[in-house]
């Protein structure tokens, strides 16, 4: 073992966790074992980040090693080579060059993994003055994980890149308060809320985090292990020091220069935990970078529909049961132009409101644009040309931002003036679009007109060699550029005097990389010149096999004059880049403003758009317990049909119940277009509620305030949920959690288990739905003899889609009518799919067989034998079972009132002297 402590093996506390050398271990050779000063640095900076892939920089290389190399290797298919040797053994690595590492890093984040950027953080020559052994300095700058990305290459522009972080509170003796921090680092956006554990997963559903964050206490709880798995977004979870009470108040005032949140609105405690959270986590990726959050707004969880994730899959509002964008109900509304506005869309079709006002003024922005086809035009056209203000200014704030983002601000501000002298001539305008005018026209001008003086046309993808600043903005900088296309000419001159000078015609002044600017002439004519008069002034450089070639001081000076002025181009053009950044961060409130006034102005343009060339209507929308639409049409399937030429069948749908929702049961056969009209009418109410106008020709929405929409077991495979257990459990969920304001869509449930046992369970759930929930509700059922229910409950009625008959087989009209389907033409679907004909006809043979001992003893009629009729729905709640303990006991209620995660190490430590001493009191510990 060496003694040199530059050669010394790594503390062993990093060297654990170094991969262990692959195979049996030859006992290494002397010196083998010998771990290089870079291998000790590496092994120390991965020791400090063994979670992430390690980007260590060499040079123009990001380099992996050993595991990560191999990790690496495989999911990008780069080579996998070795360097050097680490503990005898070979050291496997890969590199991935820099200006390509955005793509690798978008790959390997998409797989799930987190990179750790290590930097040089000095220049190479700095580290040689300390000695040949010295290693560069190198530091991890960021941590590249799902949730923190800025790079426009990374992001989808018309998606939210939301880090969610969440805090678990005690509320009462036996509730949790659950608080949610989300924040875009991208935009700098920052809400926050506090929801129930019920609550939870439609909170994160609406959110769609890239990522959460969490205390490992709730990560590892078994009673949320299905939320997570719902939501399915990377978890991070973090260990408790630095969570508690203390360190978010800390973190909320350095970051915003106040003491509690509550200068921004009144927040819970466990809100602020999750805003502490979420900023520590923060911090802990960006190193050194400070994002340029804005203040957290706190959002009231009450305001806006629920909708649990199952149900947002299943109505497949942002993307489609397989995960895809096209297909949803997003992409068949999406007319937006500009990113910002596409986010919004998106945030208000994932989170529909409730409050009636706050919908109705939306609407009136829909319904003005709607009336003006010439404003809506001319907005749209300028909206067209909008860039993404926000996430240009937010790489800007952490100085990852480049020309472009300066001029994607630039195009946005234009585009903002342009939109806000539209709206000032447009006369009155609703509450909305007026806001958005104003924030508009809060912009100051000279911020466009100082960025679009000093930018030049064309613009480089980095600021690092410069080149984006304009000719005339700075005589400094047009003086040092001037040098540069002087110097040809001066060349040019010099060339001449030269060749007068010495006589050589052919004597050329060229330039290369070793000897930087020289002169050459034919080898006889150098051997004059050395040996000539002239010898003093020409300087021999190198002797080639047919010239020789010379410098002389001009050239010299000439040399380092353009290095020097180019050197001082590229210094000046990043001052002016430092001063336009500052100037935007200067303005950020007022051009983030504005960026959210042109993306509410794109929202409003857009379902107007949509509204107006599709015949959307306005809905009625108030506090009523009415449902009802008159021809409404499914958005997505119309627009499918309409590829294929086919024409959609419009239906309507009547829910309004007398005081308490209606709930209509609905038969018919399968493909004759069931599950079509259920979701149909739920998509109404998100659109409604939306603030957007509905495909129906008339609309009447009482406002919801939960949405539940359930397919059976055997429509649900896509999702792998196709347990019956599942379905159960979803069932339970809703008849548990429906209020009087809810809309229910249940479609074949039951379906996953034997006839009696399914026919039971939803017989039973449309009775609890009908009694006890009363919400308005659509139950799609292939089991005929729910519609019998109508006989015992006035609000139920029977809904069914007709069939015509031709030539014996079925044609589906996709038409609701009332009453109840007769036939369910299975045998003939079956056919229409290409089940091999002798399975049919053995089929009929059977399904007749079984008609006739149905016709002997029909089930309907049996089902009057059963208490069905007679056994009232069981309405009473079950009285509480006495508690074992009579008396209460102190000591219990003391540790109840404890509530670990505010309080700090001392008075922790306080509580448990204070519990000791009250049991030695009580002596009830005995
Ligand atoms: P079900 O749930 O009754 O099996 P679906 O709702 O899945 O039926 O509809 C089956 C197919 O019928 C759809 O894919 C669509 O092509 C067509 N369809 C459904 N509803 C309509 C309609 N209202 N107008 C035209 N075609 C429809």
């Known amino acids: 073992?060496?003694?040199?402590?530059?050669?010394?093996?790594?503390?062993?506390?990093?060297?654990?966790?170094?991969?262990?050398?692959?195979?049996?271990?030859?006992?290494?050779?002397?010196?083998?074992?010998?771990?290089?000063?870079?291998?000790?640095?590496?092994?120390?900076?991965?020791?400090?980040?063994?979670?992430?892939?390690?980007?260590?920089?060499?040079?123009?290389?990001?380099?992996?090693?050993?595991?990560?190399?191999?990790?690496?290797?495989?999911?990008?298919?780069?080579?996998?080579?070795?360097?050097?040797?680490?503990?005898?053994?070979?050291?496997?690595?890969?590199?991935?060059?820099?200006?390509?590492?955005?793509?690798?890093?978008?790959?390997?984040?998409?797989?799930?993994?987190?990179?750790?950027?290590?930097?040089?953080?000095?220049?190479?020559a700095e580290a040689r003055k300390r000695g040949a052994k010295a290693v560069v300095r190198r530091d991890v700058v960021r941590l590249v994980t799902p949730g923190t990305i800025t790079e426009e290459r990374l992001l989808e522009p018309a998606r939210a890149s939301l880090l969610v972080a969440i805090a678990r509170r005690k509320a009462s003796e036996d509730a949790y308060a659950y608080g949610v921090a989300a924040v875009d680092i991208s935009t700098g956006a920052f809400t926050v809320t506090e929801t129930t554990r019920g609550g939870l997963g439609p909170t994160l559903a609406r959110l769609d985090p890239r990522e959460i964050v969490l205390p490992d206490t709730l990560h590892d709880d078994p009673d949320l292990a299905g939320v997570w798995r719902e939501i399915g977004a990377p978890l991070y979870p973090l260990a408790r020091d630095g969570l508690d009470a203390a360190s978010a108040q800390a973190r909320l005032e350095e970051a915003f220069g106040v003491a509690t949140l509550d200068a921004f609105g009144?927040?819970?405690?466990?809100?602020?935990?999750?805003?502490?959270?979420?900023?520590?986590?923060?911090?802990?990726?960006?190193?050194?970078?400070?994002?340029?959050?804005?203040?957290?707004?706190?959002?009231?969880?009450?305001?806006?529909?629920?909708?649990?994730?199952?149900?947002?899959?299943?109505?497949?509002?942002?993307?489609?049961?397989?995960?895809?964008?096209?297909?949803?109900?997003?992409?068949?509304?999406d007319r937006t132009l500009t990113p910002g506005g596409g986010r919004l869309l998106a945030e208000r079709l994932s989170?529909?409101?409730?409050?009636?006002?706050?919908?109705?003024?939306?609407?009136?922005?829909?319904?003005?644009?709607?009336?003006?086809?010439?404003?809506?035009?001319?907005?749209?056209?300028?909206?067209?040309?909008?860039?993404?203000?926000?996430?240009?200014?937010?790489?800007?704030?952490?100085?990852?931002?480049?020309?472009?983002?300066?001029?994607?601000?630039?195009?946005?501000?234009?585009?903002?003036?342009?939109?806000?002298?539209?709206?000032?001539?447009?006369g009155d305008l609703p509450a909305e679009i007026e806001a958005a005018r104003a924030a508009l026209a809060d912009l100051a001008p000279a911020l466009e007109a100082r960025l679009a003086d000093t930018l030049a046309e064309d613009l480089p993808l980095s600021k690092r060699d410069g080149g984006f600043v304009a000719a005339g903005v700075d005589p400094a900088l047009d003086e040092a550029r001037a040098l540069g296309t002087d110097s040809r000419r001066f060349i040019a001159g010099l060339q001449a005097r030269y060749a007068e000078e010495t006589g050589c015609r052919t004597l050329r002044i060229k330039h290369n990389s070793m000897l930087g600017y020289y002169l050459e002439v034919p080898a006889a004519f150098g051997e004059e010149l050395l040996r000539g008069p002239l010898k003093g002034s020409y300087i021999h450089r190198q002797t080639m096999s047919d010239a020789m070639r010379f410098t002389t001081l001009e050239l010299g000076e000439l040399e380092r004059r353009i290095a020097s002025a180019s050197e001082r181009a590229v210094a000046i053009e990043h001052a002016i880049f430092a001063d336009l950044a500052a100037m935007l961060a200067g303005a950020r409130p007022a051009i983030l403003a504005?960026?959210?006034?042109?993306?509410?102005?794109?929202?409003?343009?857009?379902?107007?758009?949509?509204?107006?060339?599709?015949?959307?209507?306005?809905?009625?929308?108030?506090?009523?317990?009415?449902?009802?639409?008159?021809?409404?049409?499914?958005?997505?399937?119309e627009a499918a049909l309409a590829r294929e030429g086919k024409p959609f069948i419009a239906n309507s749908c009547d829910l309004s119940g007398d005081g308490a929702g209606a709930i209509a049961v609905v038969t018919g056969p399968n493909m004759g277009g069931k599950s079509t009209f259920l979701r149909q009418n739920a998509l109404v109410v998100v659109l409604a509620q939306m603030g957007a106008f509905v495909p129906a020709a008339r609309a009447h929405v009482g406002v919801c305030d939960r949405l539940f929409s359930r397919v059976g077991a055997a429509d649900d495979l896509a999702r792998g949920r196709s347990t019956f257990m599942v379905e159960m459990v979803e069932t339970a969920a809703i008849l548990n959690q429906a209020t009087r304001r809810?809309?229910?869509?249940?479609?074949?449930?039951?379906?996953?288990?034997?006839?009696?046992?399914?026919?039971?369970?939803?017989?039973?759930?449309?009775?609890?739905?009908?009694?006890e929930n009363r919400c308005r509700a659509l139950f799609a059922t292939h089991f005929h003899e729910l519609t019998r229910l109508t006989e015992r409950f006035a609000r139920i009625e029977t809904l069914t889609l007709r069939v015509a008959e031709h030539a014996g087989q079925p044609?589906?009209?996709?038409?609701?009518?009332?009453?109840?389907?007769?036939?369910?033409?299975?045998?003939?679907?079956?056919?229409?799919?290409?089940?091999?004909?002798?399975?049919?006809?053995?089929?009929?043979?059977?399904?007749?067989?079984?008609?006739?001992?149905?016709?002997?003893?029909?089930?309907?009629?049996?089902?009057?034998?059963?208490?069905?009729?007679?056994?009232?729905?069981r309405t009473a709640p079950q009285p509480p079972a006495p508690k074992a303990e009579a008396k209460p006991d102190p000591l219990r209620a003391a540790l109840a009132a404890l509530d670990p995660d505010e309080m700090t190490p001392k008075a922790a430590l306080e509580a448990l002297y204070a519990l000791k001493a009250a049991a030695r009191e009580g002596g009830s510990g005995s």
Not at 295 to 303: F, K
Not at 759 to 771: F, G, R, T
Not at 816 to 842: E, H, I, M, W
């Open 811 to 873: 044609i589906f009209l996709h038409e609701v009518v009332r009453g109840a389907a007769d036939r369910s033409y299975g045998l003939q679907v079956a056919k229409l799919a290409g089940l091999p004909p002798p399975v049919v006809a053995r089929a009929g043979e059977i399904l007749r067989e079984l008609e006739r001992t149905e016709r002997e003893h029909p089930r309907a009629a049996r089902l009057d034998d059963l208490p069905l009729f007679a056994a009232p729905v």
């Open 594 to 637: 504005a960026g959210d006034a042109l993306s509410a102005i794109d929202v409003a343009a857009a379902l107007a758009d949509l509204a107006a060339e599709r015949a959307w209507t306005r809905p009625l929308v108030d506090e009523s317990l009415a449902f009802a639409v008159e021809d409404a049409r499914h958005p997505v399937v």
């Open 1 to 124: 073992m060496t003694t040199d402590p530059v050669l010394e093996a790594p503390a062993p506390s990093s060297a654990a966790r170094l991969p262990a050398p692959r195979g049996a271990a030859a006992a290494p050779k002397a010196g083998e074992d010998r771990v290089t000063p870079m291998m000790a640095q590496y092994v120390e900076i991965k020791g400090a980040n063994p979670d992430s892939l390690l980007f260590y920089r060499m040079g123009d290389f990001y380099e992996l090693f050993f595991e990560d190399a191999e990790i690496a290797s495989r999911a990008l298919g780069i080579v996998l080579t070795k360097r050097g040797k680490h503990l005898g053994q070979d050291i496997p690595m890969c590199g991935v060059p820099i200006e390509r590492a955005d793509d690798y890093l978008q790959r390997l984040i998409a797989l799930g993994h987190r990179v750790a950027v290590c930097e040089q953080m000095e220049d190479p």
């Open 266 to 333: 009144s927040f819970g405690r466990a809100e602020i935990a999750a805003a502490g959270t979420v900023l520590h986590y923060v911090a802990r990726t960006q190193i050194g970078a400070r994002p340029a959050l804005r203040p957290p707004a706190r959002e009231d969880g009450g305001g806006v529909l629920a909708i649990d994730p199952a149900t947002r899959a299943n109505l497949e509002l942002v993307r489609t049961l397989s995960g895809e964008r096209t297909g949803s109900l997003l992409a068949a509304i």
């Open 742 to 771: 809810s809309l229910v869509i249940l479609d074949e449930i039951g379906r996953g288990t034997a006839t009696f046992d399914g026919l039971s369970i939803a017989w039973a759930a449309v009775e609890h739905l009908h009694e």
């Open 351 to 426: 989170g529909p409101l409730t409050d009636v006002a706050a919908i109705r003024a939306r609407q009136d922005a829909v319904a003005r644009l709607v009336e003006d086809a010439i404003l809506r035009e001319r907005l749209r056209e300028r909206l067209s040309s909008a860039p993404d203000m926000s996430r240009a200014l937010g790489r800007l704030a952490l100085d990852r931002g480049g020309p472009r983002d300066l001029a994607a601000v630039r195009d946005g501000l234009a585009a903002a003036g342009a939109v806000a002298r539209l709206l000032a001539e447009a």
